[in-house]
């Protein structure tokens, strides 16, 4: 939303607004201009000639209510989004189940290291950008590309990169096959003269080679791909430095600052594009190396007893499996998850899979079920992943005060430990309350 209100208020338009809470973001808001009010506040209403809404708003919320009795019309930010997207000739979408906050911030900053001027809404805060988007005055627009609810047929875009489709948002989708469908639409809708990224690693990926009329570009690392990366070595931090061969001639070679195999992939998705746009391999190569993460994206907190303290936005099995494997390259001597659940169904639908990835940490961790947009009609509490992990062979602790997880941390880590609160929820006050 805010975002939002930066690209309109730069091209010219009266903007206010409103959120519960006085954030960083708010505050930054006020100071360039755009009102926000703390709190509801119809007048903000009546002076508009639209009403823009985020889909977390209940359709009882006050200021939304205010405009339907006044005729004032209204919109859903995905719809708006869409709308806005139109105004630029090169819009685009970075989306796949995991790994989009990361790449879109990858593309963003080798966008901006070509001197190129790019408009961005990204998923995270990025500290390149100081704040979550960044208003340019170019025609390039790249933006994170959800698919949930569907929101993302709504863009019209002419590029775009699919990173990965895995099950997930089945509470909307009902099946897999639907998901795999909506993102058959979503690739039909790029031009012949745009260019469509997809990973070669994942097989829902590929079946979308034959879905678009844009020019398909292919990354990966354990198939044959249009984009390789070899000889991957790992420092003591875990980041990766390694060869791409762009069909299988050396391009360049690249070095990370971020842990995982799984940023070597994100990372060669964004060479994909990159390259697809003609930005100069030391253009990308810079900004690549300058890229210390997203926020909430296994972020370094700071120390606690000598152990390294990380909060990660993981809320999927194959998210977490993924931060495991970035473990494996770190040094390091136990490993702790302290995981918050994010949403009942996804919790029951993949209750398996959340626990067969969980016993790779050496001690778990589980708190309460962050409901989110839900209330539980699934029969289905935190206990039930706790005593499947205890099947599974692995001890779980289940507390759900976040301050007397921090002092159960404090008690039990040792120097040289690694602590990581995990989930999409607000598990990161623990690590705050560990570093402060």
Sequence with gaps: MSGIAEILHNWGFTVTGSDLNKTDITDKLN??????????????????????????????????????????????????????????????????????TTTTSMVSLCFLEENLDPTIQVGAILKQLNGNYRVGNSDYLIIESCEYAESFLNFHL?????????????????????????????????PANGFLVLNADDENCL??????????????????????????????????????????????????????????????????????????????AK????????????????????????????????????????LKNIKHNNSWVVFQPHTYSRTKNLLEDFAKVLINFDNIIITDIYAAREENIYNI???????????????????????EIANYLKSHIQPNDIVLTLGAGPIDKVSKILTT
Excluded: W
């Excluded at 755009?34 to 209403?45: E, F, M, Y």
């Excluded at 210390?292 to 194959?318: L, Q």
């Excluded at 206990?383 to 507390?399: M, P, S, W």
């Design 31 to 100: 100071d360039n201009g755009i009102l926000v009010s703390i709190g509801h506040d119809l007048k903000n209403v009546h002076n508009s000639d639209l009403v823009v809404y985020t889909a977390a708003v209940k359709q009882n919320n006050p200021e939304l209510c205010e405009a339907k009795n006044l005729k004032i019309p209204t919109i859903e930010r995905g719809d708006f989004l869409g709308i806005i997207t139109k105004s630029y000739l090169n819009s685009i979408g970075i989306s796949g189940t995991h790994g989009k």
């Design 158 to 190: 002419k590029s775009a990169i699919i990173l990965n489709i895995d099950n997930d948002h089945l509470d909307y989708f009902k099946t897999f096959e639907n998901l795999k469908h909506s993102f058959e639409k979503y690739v039909a809708k790029l």
């Design 207 to 284: 079946e979308l080679k034959n879905k678009s009329k844009a020019k398909i570009i292919t990354y990966g690392i354990n198939n044959n791909a249009d984009f390789t990366a070899n000889d991957i070595e790992f420092d003591s931090n875990g980041f990766a430095k390694f060869d791409v061969y762009y069909k299988n001639e050396f391009y360049n070679t690249i070095k990370l600052s971020v842990p995982g195999i799984h940023n070597v992939s994100n990372a060669l998705a964004c060479i994909s594009l990159c390259f697809s746009y003609g930005i100069s391999k030391e253009s990308i």
């Design 287 to 326: 900004a690549l190396l300058e890229f210390t993460g997203a926020h909430r994206r296994f972020e370094f907190m700071g120390k606690y007893n000598n152990a390294s303290i990380f909060d990660d936005y993981g809320h999927h099995p194959a998210e977490i499996l993924a931060t495991v494997n970035g």
């Design 381 to 403: 509490s935190s206990h039930d992943l706790v005593d499947r992990i205890v099947t599974l062979g692995k001890k779980a602790v289940f507390i759900s005060d976040f301050n």
